[in-house]
């Protein structure tokens, strides 16, 4: 689809047009000197991409999922603690909680941020849990599992509302590792502490994933980690390199998980883009939401808490039979896609875990009503023109045969 769309979901050839000699060149210097794993395009990138998020380290990996998984094991999630997520997000944030040993708890999203809602997390903790005073831990009452992390995700490019959710971890013992695969510049202003704090410098730790069409993109599968926390970054970079901590010697069992140097090298390029790129979406978004404010609330166009700086991600709306609509975009030759249409909890790989439907009610009706639109940094505004008025087309169409 992306590919035969005129208007595509997502372009993600033109940035590499545009940027094709610098991209070139680290190549060349990656072949000059055979450095292709670790070395200095790395150690760059980690000191560039830690600077951006104002973290003091950034470990990279080979991908997101590698960057919550290793992030949970260094954080000292243990076999069979349970990990408190959403169920509106990626599968990649559940397959990383069961691949470090640890069980899925789930708290369903705010309606109106599609992001953890702080009062549903506060229910779990206060009335599915009991805190063991003896170990200074939480137990989940129906598991009997200990309670040891909350993963916010930072979905479409909008950070989770995090100050009651430290909070809720702070009371309860709780590290917190922020989901920021999708929040690459996103800001939070955090009233508890007066200022603008970047995704991924809020909790314990963050995962970024570097996944071709994230905001920051590589040529390929890349992904890091931020924390502020120096003994964590030690042991992720141990983590990610089986377990060494000098060649051939082995403090313990890890991963093959580390960044490639070439991959590196082009992170460090588009970085340098990465604020326009934001600024540009952001503009788009806004745009967006002003060509959508006539379509009398049959779209549902994305809100911006005042709380939040999004990056925009993606543009999701909400609207009644989202997929005639995808249909009518489709035939204008217009790209669309749906993040996601089936929940986490309700999806085959978690048949076991005997969630039913109804049991994250926000999560569910989101999951059947949203729709991607194109955007990317380089849409033109005319072509936003020409999606705004595909999508009003259909929508109108609709309130006519209604009446
Ligand atoms: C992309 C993504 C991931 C996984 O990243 P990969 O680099 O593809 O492993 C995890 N969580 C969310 C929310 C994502 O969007």
């Known amino acids: 689809m992306t590919h035969t769309a005129r208007i595509p ?8 047009q545009e940027l094709e000699s610098e991209l070139l060149a680290v190549a060349k210097k990656a072949f000059a000197t055979a450095g292709f794993i670790g070395g200095p395009m790395v150690d760059e990138f980690e000191r560039e991409f830690a ?27 243990a076999p069979g603690d349970i990990v408190v997520t959403v169920p509106h997000t990626f599968i990649a944030t559940t397959e990383a909680i069961s691949q470090a040993g640890a069980r899925i708890a789930f708290v369903d999203i705010d309606e109106e941020t599609y992001t ?3 009062e549903k997390l506060r229910d779990y903790l206060e009335n599915a849990c009991d805190f063991d005073q003896w170990r200074g831990k939480l137990i989940d009452r129906a598991s009997r599992g200990v309670v040891s992390a909350v993963v916010p995700v930072h979905l479409y490019g909008q950070t989770a509302d995090m100050d009651p959710i430290l909070e809720l971890a702070k009371k309860y013992n709780l590290v917190v590792i922020e989901d920021a695969c999708q929040a690459h510049g996103a800001e939070y202003f955090s009233k508890n502490d007066g200022v603008w704090k970047k995704a991924g410098s809020m909790g314990h730790a963050a ?14 599968e890349a992904g890091a980690v931020t924390t502020n ?3 964590m970054a030690k042991k992720l970079r141990i983590i990610r390199d089986h377990g060494q901590s000098k060649k051939y010697y082995h403090d313990m069992e890890g991963y093959n998980g580390r960044l490639d140097a070439v991959q590196a090298g082009w992170l460090t390029v588009k970085l340098r883009h990465l604020g326009a790129w934001n600024e540009a979406r952001r503009s788009l978004a806004h745009r967006y939401h002003q060509l959508f404010a006539e379509a009398n609330g049959s779209v549902v166009t994305p809100r911006e808490a005042t709380w939040t700086r999004g990056v925009y991600h993606l543009y999701v709306v909400r609207v009644q039979d989202r997929e005639a609509l995808q249909s009518h975009l489709a035939a204008a030759g217009i790209g669309t896609g749906i993040h996601y249409p089936i929940p986490v909890h309700q999806q085959k790989a978690y048949q076991h875990l005997w969630y039913k439907a109804g049991d994250f009610p926000v999560t569910e009706r989101v999951a059947r009503e949203i729709v991607s639109l194109p955007m990317y940094p380089q849409l033109l505004p005319s072509q936003q023109d020409e999606v705004a008025s595909k999508v009003k087309e259909f929508v109108g169409a609709k309130a006519v045969a209604a009446r």
């Open 116 to 118: 953890m809602a702080p």
């Open 9 to 16: 979901l997502l372009d993600l050839v033109t940035p590499h």
């Open 207 to 220: 995962a970024f994933s570097f996944y071709p069409g994230k905001n920051l993109g590589a040529c390929g």
């Open 51 to 77: 600077a951006f998020c104002n973290t003091k380290y950034c470990v990279g990996v080979n991908s997101g999922t590698d960057a919550l998984r290793f992030a949970f094991l260094a954080a000292g999630v």
């Open 229 to 231: 926390d120096g003994a």
